[in-house]
């Protein structure tokens, strides 16, 4: 009996420590730090065991006995501080082909979860190659389109993971070596979220989420029902800065952004082919929090974007992709190419921008100092090539030519490289994305019209 109560009062003690230590704004409080010492060194374990990785990391560094704890040579917590790093994509969709397993023609709500387990060798490179990391699996599920979803359903019953009980596949992450489609037990697509938001908790509060990507298409519906309520009512799920991709949504950007996800800015941004609910202000989709993303990639047919655009919003971008027509003109250019001039940069910075307006780089250099540049190549009709010296001998080339088939002028901005192997590799990403984005419009065209 006196063991039962012992227990009880142990699990009061817990609960109430972690509601004081959530409360507060950091683990450097020192009212929490006079707590903490109080409390059993079993108590402290339990509580440890419990915490999100990197609450437990914080609250390691912040004191010596929980240091000490920790890192016991018998501490049940000491296995935890092994270093577990994940990159995730979320992608909710909703569309037709989507879903290869079924591949009919019905359009269908999907929600797919991808998981890439990062080993140290990785940790110098994930921010360039993380979607390409072998050691990964993904999580599909996707609402009733047909038969074969009924039987695949039914298949999975018996053999697929049970999302209630993660420990068999929380297991299975920690030894995956290639792609594998991960098959978890569900009736419906809600019962498979409701189970599927606990599970993310789960493996973010074991793993250090070092990437995350948001890819929604066609329907943000699962996002406003499911999971920006989710991911604000538990700000320690996801902490790192998040990559976000929209594609043929209609958004009110003050509301998708509200969720805490987003409260300490984004990563990079892509737009393909999004608008405004409210079709009397197209540049609402343009919120502030694009003022904190270093990659923006916005691709579309009537961009709305005008000079001042260029300084306010993508002041401090390092990679500025505007595919669609922009009301931009030699003045916001000019202003783009001061910039350049009077300011280190990134090595990596680059830009492209389409106008709608004739643009010709030598009318932008008036206000820079005599000797700051350089003409390589100059074709009035087609194009215009140059260079430029910043105050911090830096070199940037300005290339300009028409868009054929369109009126307007293409602007690319990249670093000036002498090794033309280096400089023909932007050239080649551009074009890719160019062609890209000239499919996205018309795929939007032919859909609509």
């Known amino acids: 009996m006196n063991f039962y109560w012992h227990l009880k009062a142990m699990r009061l003690c817990v609960t109430l420590f972690i509601y004081v230590y959530s409360s507060c704004s950091s683990i450097y409080n020192s009212t929490k730090i006079i707590m903490i010492c109080q409390f059993p060194t079993e108590i402290l374990e ?12 914080a609250a390691v560094k912040s004191n010596r006995r929980l240091y000490d704890i920790v890192h016991s040579r018998k501490s049940p917590v000491r296995h935890r501080l092994v270093k577990r790093t994940l990159a995730l994509e979320l992608q909710i969709k ?25 080993n140290e060798q990785d940790e110098g490179r994930y921010e ?68 599927f938001l606990p599970f993310l908790s789960g493996l973010t509060n074991f793993y250090l989420v070092k990437r995350f990507k948001l890819n929604i298409g066609d329907d943000a519906r699962f996002w406003y029902e499911y999971f920006a309520p989710f991911l604000t009512n538990n700000p320690g799920t996801i902490r ?113 921008i389409k106008s709608g307006n004739n643009i010709w780089p030598e009318e932008t250099f008036s206000t820079l100092p005599y000797g700051s540049c350089e003409m390589l190549v100059k074709n009035e009709e087609e194009e215009i090539e140059m260079i430029i010296i910043n105050k911090f001998n830096q070199k940037w080339k300005i290339y300009a030519e028409t868009v054929e088939l369109d009126f307007g002028m293409m602007i690319f901005i990249e670093p000036y490289e002498t090794d033309e192997d280096d400089s023909n590799q932007f050239w080649t990403q551009a074009s890719n994305l160019i062609s890209y984005a000239s499919n996205a419009v018309s795929e939007l065209f032919f859909t609509y019209f």
């Not at 082909?97 to 387990?117: A, F, G, H, M, T």
């Not at 260029?310 to 922009?326: A, N, P, R, W």
């Open 240 to 352: 790192c800065k998040s990559d976000v991709e929209l594609r043929d949504l209609q958004i009110n950007a003050d509301e998708f952004f509200a969720c805490r996800l987003f409260w300490k800015g984004i990563r990079s941004v892509c737009y393909i082919n999004v608008s405004s609910l409210e079709r009397s202000d197209e540049k609402s989709i343009y919120h502030g929090i694009l003022k904190t993303a270093k990659i923006v990639q916005i691709i579309g047919d009537n961009l709305q974007i005008e000079d001042n655009d260029l300084s306010v919003l993508f002041g401090v971008t390092v990679e500025l992709h505007l595919l669609g027509q922009t009301m931009v003109t030699a003045g916001g250019i000019s202003e783009l190419i001061k910039n350049l001039y009077n300011n280190r940069q990134p090595k990596n910075k680059n830009a492209i």
């Open 94 to 118: 909703n569309g037709t082909n989507y879903i290869k397993e079924c591949n009919c023609s019905n359009r269908v709500e999907s929600i797919d979860l991808l998981i890439y387990r990062l």
């Open 128 to 195: 360039e190659d993380t979607w390409k990391n072998p050691n990964s699996c993904r999580i599909t599920i996707w609402s009733d389109c047909c038969e074969r979803y009924r039987r695949y359903i039914a298949d999975n019953a018996q053999n697929g993971y049970d999302l209630a009980k993660p420990a068999e596949l929380m297991e299975k992450v920690g030894k995956m070596h290639n792609l594998e489609e991960i098959r978890i037990r569900h009736r419906t697509i809600q019962e498979a979220i409701s189970k």
């Open 46 to 57: 339990l509580v440890l065991l419990e915490l999100p990785i990197l609450d437990l990391i």
